[in-house]
């Protein structure tokens, strides 16, 4: 069963701009931190943004000032702007809900690949 279903990733040249999609189910998204992950190339998965359910938001160092995270708490979605991308930020992006004293749910990932 699908628990989160993201979209927008795709091929892009350095300097360009993506925004990435995440939609959950109403139950699951009120109750979570939604965050964003990317796994590349040779490396682990690392956390890229979070944003709580209020709305306060982080970001990791390689990312900040370039990508912007929000939420519709009315649509149940979460996005991810990011601007300026670098080849280093090739890397499938997994979407993630993390129920506030449940479970956590993950997104298939989509991929974002970054030319020079």
């Known amino acids: 069963q699908v628990q989160l279903a993201e979209s927008g990733g795709g091929l892009v040249q350095a300097g360009g701009s993506l925004t990435l999609s995440c939609a959950a189910s109403g139950t699951i998204f009120r109750n979570s931190v939604m965050g964003w992950y990317r796994r590349a190339p040779g490396s682990r998965r690392e956390l890229v943004a979070s944003i709580t359910t209020s709305g306060f938001a982080m970001y990791a160092d390689s990312v900040k000032g370039r990508f912007t995270v929000s939420r519709d708490n009315a649509k149940n979605s979460v996005s991810l702007q990011m601007n300026s991308l670098k080849p280093e930020d090739t890397a499938v992006y997994y979407c993630?809900?993390?129920?506030?004293?449940?479970?956590?749910?993950w997104g298939q990932g989509t991929q974002v690949t970054v030319s020079s």
């Open positions: 993630a809900a993390e129920v506030i004293g449940g479970d956590d749910y």
